[in-house]
Each structure stands twice: as structure tokens, then as C-alpha cells.
């Protein structure tokens, strides 16, 4: 076991340094860079100096380099902490991405429990009871919520928030607590906006898990061995609990392993029109900005969640699946 | 103010003709949303200009009248509480202290106003543009609330020489940055030796600095005078240097600050990054000194930004209150349309002057007594939204040869239902029109002014399917193959393809009319609704047939001449961006327009007209250039124009001017408004 998880470290290593070799290839592909955009902004303001100063920040930001030298640059420095500048905030990639990453966590850890706690018990209740009324509600309800894409949910939400309360559910703090420093009232204000992105994010990620859990339930409970256990007059809570749930979940922890990337990028789309402080935004803006530092170090920071919550999946299979080794 | 002095004022009205501003060529003659065509400026100042103190009335002379209409000196000064709390505890030098000798004093819009409150504003990618637009234009002089001409800003007073080839300035006495360092020549000094000049920092300096290519003089006289010498006359200077947050707002440094990042003065520094960013975005320092009415204080990037009243601000109102009277700004960045539109429906924003769509209207209007707030509708001064720039350096030879027929474009813009653009898109409150100059701009008051504003601004704009198919079929431009589409005259396919940056709803929404509206003549069109930089790399590279350009504000006749005559190599040049810069290199790069054509044309009167030394004759060249307009027109296709702009101000923020042009970011409202003076009405 201990000799299989050096190896898939080992493996990880080639694998993260391929995807932002690939990657910083596809950011620069576009035409132009970062400072055609920025030109083009100044410009539809009218600023007829701006022409001129590019030439100047395009030797600011080492712009005028070749890719390759500007890659190797940025990647030497990794092992000093330092991931570049980013064009458009003209501050390090560290620093702007620490600033969003714990609150990114903790809106993604909320939606991942609140989809988790929900999703699974549903969809186990769907499955033994399969085309029943319920089972019904619940599959209508679970497509609307798969079909769904979160940030239409989020327009709804605030539209409806507005309508009948006044009050249009955006950011994660009060104004009040936007700029103050962590103190009791500040944790009691972000419980009270969080969870409006968080049950957003839910909604569709408990959609999902109830048409998997019933799917993959249902499967399981048509094999042999459920009989036996019945036959042997267990109860029909343990029979599902222990014995066939235990098998069917084996698919939504591999999913588990896609998801340490989404709890440091959030849901981009929902954060921009939430217009939360997460991480989404930033990585979006980036990539469409052609702000390479940024949206690159991102990238690599998605690969390594990936490559990491696969491994973390694999061996929390063998934990919950008796009939996995890894020899 | 009053230390202009009279034989000054003398001086300086006797030198209108030549001095005068540029600023008065654009201003509409009313603040209505639809000001007539052809009418002058009546001699009576509009509405809001009667509530600027230092307005001139039209009949006066420009320029001098402003300083010396100034409000009289108000006899004690008081401060805001929570400063005077400070300057008990000893933290603060007393409020007479702080202030210049000669406090500017500014008559407020409507009435005096109360300390408090935080303004709250929404700016779109990050604290940037918008923040600038109401709280960074503090310029060397600002436009006058009715942007007719300049008034005492930053400089007491000015005084050019006959031939403007030589401008004194003198800076307020005692002017002091946000730190109490006191404001001087030299800061406006290290930003033209030190940083323009300094070849290891090179920022670029604009056009009025450098007229022809050979840079001014620039001479310290004593710490609050400062001598500008410049090769060729630049009557215009300080209309250009007082150009919104980005000029002369900037040019004057904190240069006991910016010392300590610059290589040549600190020894730690390597290279000119610190320097360069600090002095981009000295809103997102805390520490860069200011002398605007708030101080940056945070920056959280890409989400805030916090200001606070300046201690050493300079401006009191007439009663002696030092301004400004809000305590705090808060820009929160809204990255989405929906949202700013929602945050100002539930009354989250207290005075957001851009970025609301016109679509929008129905639904700000609908929540107003909710979200207590009033809409106010600006004047935009577009010439037209979108225009239909033809690229006459599109690499296809054959499409361009269409272009320069005469018949060809007018088909083209006559076979455009212009009424229903109007009606759908810009819900009936623009113009239909060609992209002419505004009918306010100076040079249409000449005598001729009024037939060729007209002919220029008028002209093919009645919707015409036959006559649009009559000359078409004149171009040579017919179904050939009677596949149902028209073909190029040498029989082989013709498509119009109207590139549009995806993000300006208004021009995409008109491209699918213009498109419907070609189709019905026979002419296959497709619209590229694509990425912004995309669209602009296209014009470049001369891969472009048609862009349509949302939101084009007419300004100034010499700041923005690329959209009358191709003469900058910009993406906004009238007839491509490479005909603009065969123009600008003298012929080295780019496409030249073909002789005898009315790009040639223009270029050539471009080059006649900046020569001339008077105001009169320059306007007069300037309307045989649009002349060229009418008679061959349209070079480039107008939709519609002259529309207004939402506003969302707060029921109990006091004291906005609602008179503006809000397209022209280079007129600098609502900095122009003076939002120092704005309050809260407790």
C-alpha cells in the first residue's frame, strides 16, 4: 500500500508539470496578450497616450520575450514560493489568490456537505422505493436540479430575494463587515450570507447525487448477495445500510476525487453573478484577460487538487470497499 | 481666485479668439435630451450652468470670466467633526493650517450641505475607470459644471503669450498633499524630468507636450510658478492637460514619495517597476499622497475600494466649510450587468453615473420609490451607436473597390431602418443620423455651419428599399446567379461581414436589424459578434470589412479628429486604422487612401487646418472637411446618435448637476460635477 502511494506520488509530478506546460501553451494562444486588452479597454475610453505607454509596459512585463523564456522564468521561481505577478492587479498570484482561497474552501466545503447530507439519504430512499410516488417527486425534482445550471438558480434567488424581501443576496458579507478584521460579529455575518452561494452550489450537486446514489443502488440490490443477507433475516435497514450501500457509493467516491479541485475554484459562473469573493471570478477574468501568471498558476493549483483528490479517492476506496487491494 | 488679476483678465479675454477653449466647441446647447439641430447657443446659460458660480454667461468672453466671477471669500473656516476631534487631540494642525492661502471656493450646485455619510459606488473589472471618473479629476483646470470652458483648479490662474507658444502657470499657494507635504512645481517638474524625460523610466507624455514631435520646455520659476515653452503655439493646452483623471491629475506627483522608487533617487531600486505601478494606480496605494477630495485607504484587488476625506483638501464651500462634505467613499466591483442593475434597485448605490443600459430604464424607473432613489437621464453626446466604420485597408481588393463607390454606401445606409433601431434598442430617446459632430460644436455656429451640419449629419438616413436597390444596381452590385443574393460586379460572391464586440448589447442588437434590413435588398450579411480584443486585432491586421463601434462621444474637434479624417493609427480611425497610419508615418507603413478619394481628401484638410494659428480659420477648414462629408458621404455609416444615459442618484444625495456628457470619458464627468460638494440630506 505504502510503496503503491509513493508511486502515484512519483507519478504526480510529470503529470502536473505536462498539464502547465500544456496549459500556459493554450493561455498564450490567443492572438495578442494581456496588453492588446488593456489597450483596447483605454482606448474605448478615448486615451489616445495609450498606444504609446504599451510599449513601455510590454517591456514592464517582459512581454516582448519569447513564451518559452518567459515560462521557464515563471517556473524557475516555484521553488521560491514565487508565482509572477498578475497583469491586471500588478500584485503577486500568491497574494491575490491566498486572499479569496479560504473563503472559496469554506463555500465549497458548506455546498459539498449540505449536497453530500442531502443527496445520499434521498437518493437511497429513491431507489427502494423505485416508482413510487415519492421516487417520482424526487426524480422530477433531481432532473429539474441536474438541468438547472447554478448561476440561472442564483439570478432567481436574488430576483426573488429582492421581490419579496427587499434585499438582493450578493457577497458574502454586509457592507459593514466588507473591510473589518475577523471578529465574532464578522463569523455571524459571513453565516448569514453564506449560505445562499452554498445552497445554490448544492442544489445541483444534490441533483446529481440522488440520480447516482439511486442508479447505482438499484443495481446493487438486484445482486445475490442482498438476497442472502435477507434470507438471513437481517434487518432491511442494515441489509441496505451496511450491505448495499456500502457497494453502490463506490462510484461517488471516485467523484470525491474530482471535487478537491472544485473546492478551491468554486463555481466560477454563480460567483460572478453572486459577486462573491472566491476564487472563480478571478480565475475567469484571468483566462479572458490573457493574464498569464494568474490564470497558469491556477491551472497547476487545479492539476495538483486533481492529481491529489484522485489519490485521496483510491485510498479511501480500500477503506470503504472490502473488495479493493492495491498489491 | 482673485489673484488673477484684472489687467489679466484683460489679456486673456482680448486673447479668446486664438485661447478659447476647446471645451466650449461641444457642450449641447441645452441640457434637453434632444437639443434641436440647427439652433445656436442661446444667449441665456441653461439650467445648470446657472448654478455654477464660475460659469461665464455664453455672451461673455470665455476663459477669464471664470476666476473673476468667484464667489467672495468666506471669513472663518470650519471642518468636518471627526476632523476637529482630531485636531483637539493634537493629531491634526488647525483647519486654517491645513488649507492654502487662497482656498478654492466653491459655490455649491444647489445649497450648502452637512458633513457624514459614505458614498457608495459600483465600478466594473476592478477599482479603476469609474472610481477615477467621480472622485480622481482634480486636472491643472476643470471644466466649468456646463463644460463650456475652464475654471481655476489646481492653478490659481495662467496667462499665454500672444502666438500661445509660451503659457505661465501658478500653482495655489499652500496647496498641500494628503500627507501635509506642501504641493509644489517640482512635483509637476519630476514627473516631466524624472519620468518622461528619465530614459530608464520613459513614460509616455501626450501629444500637447510634444507638439510636432519636439518636446516643451519646461521652466521653474519659483515653487508655485512654472513656465511652459512649446515649439509651435498651443492655444488648446490647458483643455488638453485637464483632460479627466489621466492628465495633468496625474502629472503632478508626490515627488517626495515617487523619490523613494525610483532607481535614480534610491539606489535599492533595480529597475522602474515599483515606480511605474505605484504612479499607474495611485488608488490602490494607501500610502500614495493625494491631493483629491479622498484618500485611498484600502484596496482589496478586484473586489474594493475604500477612500476618506482628505484632511488637506483645498476647496471650502462659500460659507468656509472645508469640503468634502461625505465622509467615506466605498467602490464594491460588479462584475455582471444583472447585478450592478440589481445592487441599484435595492438602493446599494448612491450615485452611479455609468453602465446602465437604456433597456434598463423601465426596470430602474419601476423601483425607484423602492429603492429610493431618482433616475436621471444624462446627455450621452454620442455621434452615433453604434457607427459602421467601412475598412477601406480590408485586404480583399475587390470589397474595397465597392467601398470607394459612392452609390455602394449609400445603398447601404439607406437600406437601414433606422427607425426601428431607434425604437427597439434605444426605446425612441436617440436620433437617427450619420456620425457627425455634435450640432453644438462651435464650428457649426459659423454662417455655413448650420446647411453642412444638415447635409452631414442627415443626409441618406431615410429608409429607402428601392432607391437602396437602384443603387445597388448602379454599383453593379446584382444576382448574377439568381441564387436570391446579390454578387460583386465581376459576378463572384459578396458578403458583408460587420464585425462587434460581443459585450456592447446595444451594437449587437442593432447589427441583427442591419442585417435583416440588408438581407431585404439582397445583400448577404454576417454579423461576427465576437471578443472585444478580437475585434480590435482584426482591425489591425486589416482583416476586417465592417466594425461596429458602439459609443462613439464627439468631443473635441483635435482630440478626437480620427473620427472625421484618418489620421492616427487607431482602431478607431475613420476608414481603418492603416490609412490612419500611412497618414501618421508620412507615407513609411500602413495603406494610403487612393488619390482624389474623400479619405484623400480629408487628410489633406486635416494637415491644412492644424496649421492655422486662429480658432476661426481652424473651424472653418474643419467644415470643408465635413463639407467632403456631405458631398460624397456617408464615408463611414451612422445609426443612431444623441441619446441620453440612466443615472442612479440616491432621493437624498444633494447637489448632483445633471448636466454632462457621459460618453466622452475625456470630459470627465461626474468629476466635472464637483462630488465634493455632494452631501447626504439627513
Known sequence: MLRYIIERIMAMIPTVLIIAVLGFIIIELPPGDYLTYYLHDLESQGNMNARMEIQNLRMRYALDRPAYERFFNWVANFARGDFGDSFAYRKPVK??????????????LLSMALAWGIGIPIGV??????????????????????????????????????????????????????????????????????????????????????????ANLLDVLRVNYVQAARAKGLSEAKVIWKHAVRTAIHPLVMSLGMSLAFVVSGSEITGIVLNLPTTGPLYLQAVRQQDTYLAGTFLILLALMLVIGNLLADILLVIVDPRIRYD | MSTLSRRTFLKLTAFGATAATMAACTAPAAPAPAPKATEAPKPAAPPAAAQVTAAPKPTEAPKAAAPTAAPAKPSGYAEAPALADLVKAGKLPPVEQRLPAQPLVLDPVAEIGQYGGTLRLADTTDVGGLTMMAIGVEPFTKHTRDLKTERPNVIESWEYNPDATEITLRFRKGLKWSDGQPVTVDDYLFWWNDMVLD?????????????????????????????????????????????????????????????????KHNKEMKDNKELLDRYNNRWKYPDYPVFTAWKPVEYVAGQRGVFERNPYYWKVDTKGNQLPYIDRVE???????????????????????????????????????????????????????????????????????????????RALSVAMNRQRMNDIVWLGLGKARQPAMLPSNPEFQLPDGKK???????????????????WLDEAGVVDKDNDGWRERPDGSKLELIIDVPVTDKPSVETCDFIKEDWEKVGLKTTINATDGTVVNQRTTNQEQMLRAWGSAGSDWLFTAPPV????????????????????ETGGQKGTAPRPGSALDKLQKIYTEAKQLTTREARFKKVLEGYQVHVDEGPITIGTIGEHVSPAVVKNNLRNFSEFAIVASWNMGFPGTGDPEQWYFKK
Open chain 2, 452 to 470: 453642412i451640419y444638415d447635409g452631414y449629419a442627415n443626409s441618406y438616413t431615410q429608409y429607402d428599399v428601392a432607391q437602396a436597390k437602384k
Open chain 2, 199 to 263: 530614459q530608464d523610466i520613459k513614460v509616455a507624455p501626450p501629444t500637447e507636450v510634444y507638439p510636432d514631435g519636439k518636446h516643451m520646455t519646461a521652466t521653474k520659476v519659483d515653487d508655485a510658478t512654472l513656465k511652459l515653452k512649446f515649439p509651435v503655439g498651443q492655444p488648446t493646452f490647458l483643455e488638453l492637460h485637464g483632460m479627466n483623471y489621466g492628465k495633468s491629475a496625474q502629472f503632478v506627483t508626490p515627488a517626495h514619495y515617487l523619490k523613494k522608487f525610483h532607481p
Open chain 1, 125 to 214: 430512499y429513491s431507489a427502494t422505493h423505485q416508482y413510487s410516488f415519492g421516487d417520482h417527486l424526487i426524480t422530477t425534482l433531481a432532473l429539474i436540479g441536474v438541468g438547472v445550471p447554478g448561476f440561472l438558480l442564483a439570478l432567481v434567488f436574488l430576483v426573488a430575494g429582492f421581490q419579496w424581501f427587499g434585499y438582493a443576496p450578493t457577497g458574502l458579507f454586509s457592507p459593514a463587515f466588507e473591510g473589518a478584521s475577523w471578529s465574532l460579529s464578522k463569523v455571524v455575518d459571513l453565516l448569514k450570507h453564506i449560505w445562499v452561494p452554498a445552497a445554490i452550489v448544492a442544489i445541483s450537486g444534490t441533483a446529481g447525487l440522488v440520480r447516482t446514489m439511486r
Open chain 2, 564 to 583: 472625421w479624417t484618418p489620421i492616427y493609427n487607431t482602431v478607431w480611425s475613420i476608414g481603418g486604422q492603416t490609412i490612419g497610419q500611412y497618414y
Open chain 2, 331 to 409: 467602490v464594491t466591483v460588479v462584475k455582471d450587468a444583472q447585478v450592478m442593475l440589481l445592487k441599484a434597485i435595492s438602493g446599494e448605490l448612491d450615485a452611479q453615473v455609468r453602465d446602465f443600459n437604456i433597456k434598463d430604464v423601465p426596470v430602474l424607473k419601476e423601483n425607484e420609490a423602492k429603492g429610493n432613489y431618482r433616475v436621471v437621464m444624462l446627455d450621452r453626446g454620442d455621434i452615433a451607436w453604434p457607427w459602421i466604420m467601412i475598412q477601406y485597408d480590408y485586404k480583399d481588393a475587390g470589397i474595397v473597390d465597392l467601398f470607394y463607390k459612392k452609390e455602394f454606401r
Open chain 1, 95 to 108: 497574494q491575490l489568490i491566498g486572499e479569496r482561497l479560504l473563503l472559496t474552501i469554506a463555500v465549497s
